[in-house]
């Protein structure tokens, strides 16, 4: 707990003038007069208010996703032919993983601040000997308590392959083997838990005007005011990622063995594969202002002789803050990319030529980001909380959190 402000005035005397400003104080509006009494006349207003907001919000996601992907083309046979040419031709094969997981959000905007309310406190004209007090306890209490709980197990298999043909043993003729690409693409995409929360107002300020004036001689007048304000702010993320990608292409494994006559000729399509793992995860935005300005004036003024005249405020604001973010996060990501092991043996072709294997490319791209664990605190802070759709469309930017979760 942090007490960011407060104040105690006190004033015992003939007269006396307190003037001050204070930003950020929530209380009720309130008009209290004590006037016109009669001399030895005792008089007391006391006024109590207490206001109380809590907002509680949780989510706790769970997510498997467990995927098995195959493109295959190939394990075909040409074997044993006599005469002629003998070819075999594969189409590509390719597969494609795009798994997306977002979830966990809470928004709260909570405007506790009873900013346009005004307090008024007169005691006035009362008479000799009369003994007047007013006491006003105004208390505001905003209480918000956001918490993200989120398990995401991605286990993906993926696997694209085209070749193991065989064409062997075959007599007269060329013998071809020609196989299209094998093309292996993962993407994993995990947004969780953002907590964005604005406690403000949007009135127009508070005044308090605190006046002891024109009381009979020898009167006992008090003014007793306790305005205080307590916000309770607590932020709390907790995120386990565990991402296992195994992820291969495989383009080869093609037989053209002991063939008789003509060329023998092996060519295979390119071995792509392209693994993206994207985590974002743990995000706080909090915005705490009130926007009250709250004007002060307390009056101590022409009251009679020997009078006692006391005015004591009290003000206190109390905030306090809490964002915490727990992380662990676990990829592990195998991506293979192969060509060959193609074999050309044995082949007895025409005088001058020679058995040929060509393989395409092999190429393996694998991409992992992380980031997370952020907390964003500040009076002020632009957080678009009017227009926000809470998308998880994530432009990552410090400055303005986050623009999170589409929870339409």
Same mark, same amino acid.
């Given at each position: 707990?942090t007490?960011?402000q407060?104040?105690?005035?006190?004033?015992?005397?003939?007269g006396?003038i307190?003037l001050?400003?204070?930003?950020?104080?929530a209380f009720?509006?309130?008009?209290?007069?004590i006037?016109?009494?009669?001399?030895?006349?005792?008089?007391?207003?006391e006024?109590t208010?207490k206001?109380?907001t809590t907002?509680?919000q949780s989510?706790?996601?769970?997510?498997n996703n467990?995927?098995?992907?195959?493109?295959s083309t190939g394990?075909?046979?040409a074997n044993?032919n006599?005469?002629?040419?003998v070819?075999v031709k594969?189409?590509?094969?390719?597969t494609?993983?795009?798994?997306s997981t977002?979830v966990?959000?809470?928004h709260?905007d909570v405007?506790?601040?009873?900013?346009?309310?005004?307090?008024?406190?007169?005691?006035s004209?009362?008479g000799y000997?009369?003994?007047?007090e007013v006491?006003?306890k105004?208390?505001?209490?905003v209480?918000v308590?956001q918490?993200?709980n989120?398990?995401v197990?991605?286990d993906i298999? &993926?696997?694209?392959k085209? %070749?193991?043909n @065989? $064409? #062997?043993?075959n +007599?007269g003729g *060329?013998v071809? =083997? !020609?196989t /299209?690409n094998?093309?292996?693409?993962?993407?994993?995409?995990?947004?969780a838990?953002?907590?964005?929360?604005?406690?403000?107002s949007?009135?127009n300020?508070t005044?308090v005007?605190?006046r002891i004036?024109g009381?009979g001689?020898?009167?006992?007048?008090?003014?007793?005011l306790?305005?205080s304000?307590f916000?309770?702010?607590?932020?709390e993320?907790?995120?386990?990622i565990?991402?296992?990608?195994d &992820?291969n292409?495989?383009? %080869?494994?093609? @037989? $053209? #063995?002991?063939? +008789?006559?003509g *060329?023998?000729? =092996? !060519?295979t /399509?390119?071995?792509m594969t392209?693994?993206?793992v994207d985590n974002?995860?743990?995000?706080?935005a909090?915005?705490?202002?009130?926007?009250?300005i709250?004007?002060?004036?307390a009056?101590?003024?022409?009251?009679?002789?020997?009078?006692?005249?006391e005015?004591?405020?009290?003000?206190e604001?109390?905030l306090?803050?809490f964002?915490?973010n727990?992380?662990?996060?676990?990829?592990d990501v195998?991506?293979?990319?192969?060509t060959g092991?193609?074999?050309?043996k044995r082949?007895?072709?025409?005088s001058?030529t020679d058995?040929e294997?060509?393989?395409?490319?092999?190429?393996?791209?694998?991409?992992?980001e992380n980031?997370g664990n952020?907390?964003t605190?500040?009076?002020?802070?632009?957080?678009?909380l009017d227009?926000?759709?809470?998308d998880?469309?994530?432009h990552?930017?410090?400055?303005?959190?986050?623009?999170?979760?589409?929870?339409?």
């Amino acid at each position: 707990m942090t007490k960011l402000q407060k104040r105690i005035i006190t004033s015992v005397a003939a007269g006396a003038i307190l003037l001050n400003s204070l930003t950020g104080l929530a209380f009720a509006g309130t008009t209290i007069q004590i006037s016109g009494n009669g001399s030895f006349s005792e008089n007391e207003a006391e006024v109590t208010s207490k206001t109380t907001t809590t907002v509680v919000q949780s989510n706790n996601a769970d997510v498997n996703n467990n995927v098995d992907a195959n493109a295959s083309t190939g394990g075909n046979d040409a074997n044993d032919n006599t005469g002629g040419d003998v070819a075999v031709k594969t189409g590509d094969a390719k597969t494609s993983v795009d798994v997306s997981t977002a979830v966990n959000a809470n928004h709260a905007d909570v405007d506790g601040c009873n900013c346009e309310s005004d307090t008024d406190v007169l005691i006035s004209g009362n008479g000799y000997k009369s003994e007047n007090e007013v006491e006003l306890k105004t208390k505001n209490e905003v209480e918000v308590f956001q918490e993200n709980n989120a398990r995401v197990r991605n286990d993906i298999d &993926a696997n694209s392959k085209t %070749g193991y043909n @065989d $064409a #062997n043993r075959n +007599t007269g003729g *060329d013998v071809l =083997i !020609k196989t /299209g690409n094998a093309t292996t693409e993962v993407s994993v995409s995990t947004k969780a838990n953002a907590n964005v929360a604005k406690v403000g107002s949007n009135g127009n300020g508070t005044d308090v005007d605190l006046r002891i004036v024109g009381n009979g001689s020898y009167s006992e007048n008090e003014i007793e005011l306790d305005l205080s304000q307590f916000i309770l702010l607590a932020q709390e993320n907790n995120a386990y990622i565990d991402n296992d990608v195994d &992820a291969n292409s495989k383009t %080869g494994g093609n @037989d $053209a #063995n002991d063939n +008789t006559g003509g *060329d023998a000729v =092996i !060519k295979t /399509g390119d071995a792509m594969t392209s693994v993206e793992v994207d985590n974002m995860v743990n995000f706080n935005a909090a915005d705490v202002d009130c926007g009250c300005i709250s004007d002060i004036l307390a009056k101590i003024h022409g009251n009679g002789s020997d009078s006692e005249n006391e005015i004591e405020a009290e003000i206190e604001k109390e905030l306090a803050v809490f964002q915490e973010n727990d992380s662990d996060l676990d990829n592990d990501v195998d991506a293979d990319a192969k060509t060959g092991h193609n074999e050309a043996k044995r082949n007895t072709g025409d005088s001058g030529t020679d058995p040929e294997v060509e393989t395409g490319d092999a190429t393996s791209e694998t991409d992992v980001e992380n980031s997370g664990n952020v907390n964003t605190f500040g009076s002020g802070v632009d957080l678009d909380l009017d227009g926000m759709d809470l998308d998880f469309d994530f432009h990552f930017d410090l400055s303005l959190l986050m623009d999170l979760l589409h929870m339409s």
